[in-house]
């Protein structure tokens, strides 16, 4: 597997929520941001869940965790490497508000990428919250748009439909 560090006026970003939606991260970013996707990507030994609370959203939205499970499809989260301008940093990291920088190393196309930008939120729940119907929307958009394989985008699917549907039970 080939390694790769990158340009050193760029830095790679893995989004795995609604970030994975290039058009919706370009409301954020203030520019076209689908020129900046290197491709479909998994980050193996986490897994996803909904533990924050998002005032501004006003709904869960998404987050990683470590697996203890490191076997399996459980145990690999899908999303979308970017290579970022830096100076879109900045306006990332806001948007990216309760949550930080955490270091990971990508696959993506056969090659490895050490040192990527990704976020995990600060002070995580101990429960997961359900997302929006528009937060639910734009991550299904973002895993489509950007070809994540058909098997993650149902089980991405089914996971935040049954917290909506666990939500509405009680």
Known sequence: MVTLDGDPDQFYYFAYGSCMCPVDLKRSLQEKTHTYVVGPAQLKGYRLGFFRYSRRRQCGVLDIVPSPDHSG???????????LPWRLSPLLDRREEGYVHHQVSIQCQGQSYPNTRTYTVVDKLGHEHAPSD???DVVMRGALTCGLPESYCWQLFNHMHELQRQELAA
Not at 73 to 83: I, K, M, N
């Open 73 to 83: 499809d459980s145990a690999t989260v899908h999303g979308v490497l970017y290579s």
């Open 134 to 136: 528009w937060y639910f």
